[in-house]
Structures are given as C-alpha cells and as structure tokens.
C-alpha cells in the first residue's frame, strides 16, 4: 500500500470487539475526515488514576485529527465501533450537545468542586473545533459557573478564547498545558501530521502566558532513541516561552497502538528503528507497554531513570517547578446563586 501522506496511522488495526471486521479502500491515498455527529448521554467523568494530574476531565470530541501516532487514546476508539488505526483520526466523533451536558453536570446538587480537564483523552482545540466550537461554548459555561478548568492541547487555535481564558486566569479558575514533543519539524511532521509546528506552540505559550493564564509545557510522550536528544532544548524554549511548569510521560505503546506505532517506526525511520524499539523496551522490563499505576508512565529500567532524572534536572535549572493546578474552587456557585449575592 502507498504511503498516506498527512496521517500518522497507515491503516487499520482490528477492533478487540467486533467479530467481523470491514475494509475500506482509500481513495487517491488519504482517507477524507468524518465529523460524526451524536447526542451523547454523558460528558464528565472521573479520573481514578493517579498517573494524570486531574480530578474529572470531559472530552467533546471522539478521536483525533490529529493522528498522533503514539497517543494511548487510539485505543479508546474501539469502543466506539472503529478501529485504532485509521478510523480514530478520520472519523471523528462530535459530541453536539457537550455544553447542555455540562450545564446540567454542573447543576447538581451533589457536585462538589472540583477542577475539570478539557482533553483527558483526546485534544478539544483539534480541526473539529475550528467548526464547532465546543471547547468554546464548554469555556463560557464554565465561566458563568466559575468552574475552574485545566487544558492541555497541541494546537493554537487555543488563541481563539485567550480573553476568556485570561478573564477566567484572572480568578485562578484557568490553566493551560501545552504539548511539545519535538522541535525538529521533519519529525514532527510524520510523527503528529496534523499538528501545530512546535514553533506555533511556543507562541501559544508565548501569548498565553502574557495574558496571565497559568501555562506549562508537557513533553509526552518522550521517545528514546528519537525525541529524548530534545529534552534540554525543548524545556529551555518553553521557559523562554514563559511556562511556568513542566511534565513529561515516557512512551508507552498500549493494546492496538504497538501495531501502529512499530509498523510507522519502520517506515518513517529504517535508519534507526531497530534502536528506538529496543530502546522502548529497555525502558519496559523488556516490552513496550506498562499498565501498571505508578509505572506506566514514567517506565523503569536505567533508561527511563535517565529521562526522569535529566528532566528532574532541567526542570529545576529552567524554573519550570511550579504547581500546574493553582485553581480556586471556593467562587463556584449556579448563575441564579450569582445572582444572589448582588
């Protein structure tokens, strides 16, 4: 098959799910994006890990234009009917009614505050946003609310809501995390085709953090033998920036991603792939994943000391060792309660 330019998966995996599996054939070399659009049940929900730092997250989109080849959350699209592969970041599942279930969430008598993330799974300012505006509309309830929010993104559309992230930012009620997993755009461009260019994303930083919103830089996943070299002068442009936090997680290729990611590693870099993939290894007791608590993220082996304490390091030297969450929940209260005290 030839290679499909502008997406990071090159075909489909199977889905753990479905006895029967289809084939689609791609048209003129790239499969077209789906936008489809559902009324979900559900938007908010609770994060029991404790590898991520977040109390509720709520996503409004399913997949992920994007196509991050890497990411953990390929395989979460198979609970929706697709597969990992392909399916996860061309079609894509828009959540229309995400605010009315935020509002109604929020209206709960039995919420007690806490800050929510806005891309727990996958990115809420991805193409989809640029046309619906969901992560918007979720912004403005939570305004009204005062919920505080935290997002993480790799996209600059975030720019979009600056003032209202900055008015939020203001009462401590917003915080920003951006992704930058490499600076070399060569790679970024196969390795997370449909991404802002790491130079956009330091703007991003640049801007935000002049408007007074609390932001940080995560470098996830970090990748030995081909993005760990970046480490230093990825923290040193996000301080520049003026991020005020750092975070880092170091590869992990769960359930469907291994296929993706091995059969990408083999065609984007021949070179050096045999070196990547045992260097992944090395940083798993001898296999590419961890779903252990506690290890999965961070791995284990010399290697993955060697991120941890080179980041440890970096991020003390850059003064990158802020608190990412520094939201007040105590200003939470309905509109009609608002209200109330005027």
Not at 85 to 103: M, Q, W
Request: aromatic fraction near 10%.
């Amino acid at each position: 098959m030839e290679k499909i330019y502008g997406r990071g998966a090159q075909f489909n995996t199977a889905n753990r799910f479905e006895k029967q599996q289809q084939e689609w054939e791609i048209p003129e070399g790239e499969r077209k994006t789906q936008y489809l659009e559902q009324v979900s049940k559900s938007l908010v929900n609770k994060v029991d890990s404790p590898d991520v730092n977040m109390f509720y997250s709520m996503n409004p989109y399913q997949g992920c234009e994007h196509g991050c080849i890497y990411c953990y959350a390929r395989n979460s699209h198979e609970y929706w009917g697709y597969s990992a592969g392909l399916d996860f970041e061309s079609r894509i599942i828009v959540k229309k009614n995400a605010p009315e279930l935020l509002r109604q969430f929020l209206l709960r008598k039995s919420w007690e505050c806490k800050p929510i993330s806005i891309s727990g799974n996958t990115d809420c300012y991805q193409p989809a946003e640029k046309k619906y505006q969901l992560t918007r509309r979720l912004l403005e309830v939570c305004q009204e609310f005062n919920q505080p929010v935290g997002i993480i993104t790799k996209n600059a559309l975030i720019l979009r809501d600056r003032e209202m992230l900055a008015d939020m930012a203001a009462k401590k009620l917003a915080s920003v995390v951006v992704t930058i997993t490499s600076l070399t755009e060569s790679t970024r461009r196969v390795m997370e085709p449909r991404t802002t260019t790491a130079q956009q994303r330091l703007r991003t930083i640049r801007e935000l953090s002049e408007a007074g919103v609390n932001t940080g830089v995560m470098i996830g996943p970090v990748i030995p033998g081909l993005t760990d070299h970046e480490l230093p002068a990825i923290l040193q442009a996000a301080a520049e920036a003026g991020a005020r936090f750092s975070a880092y997680t170091f590869v992990r290729l769960n359930g469907a991603v291994k296929l993706l990611f091995h059969d990408w590693l083999y065609k984007s870099f021949p070179d050096r792939a045999d070196k990547v993939w045992h260097s992944i290894e090395q940083g798993h007791e001898g296999k590419v994943n961890d779903n252990r608590f506690g290890e999965r993220m961070r791995g284990q082996g010399p290697m993955a000391e060697m991120v941890r304490q080179q980041f440890k390091k970096l991020s003390a030297l850059y003064g990158l060792g802020a608190a990412r969450w520094e939201h007040d929940t105590s200003l939470f209260a309905a509109p009609s309660q608002q209200m109330k005290l005027f």
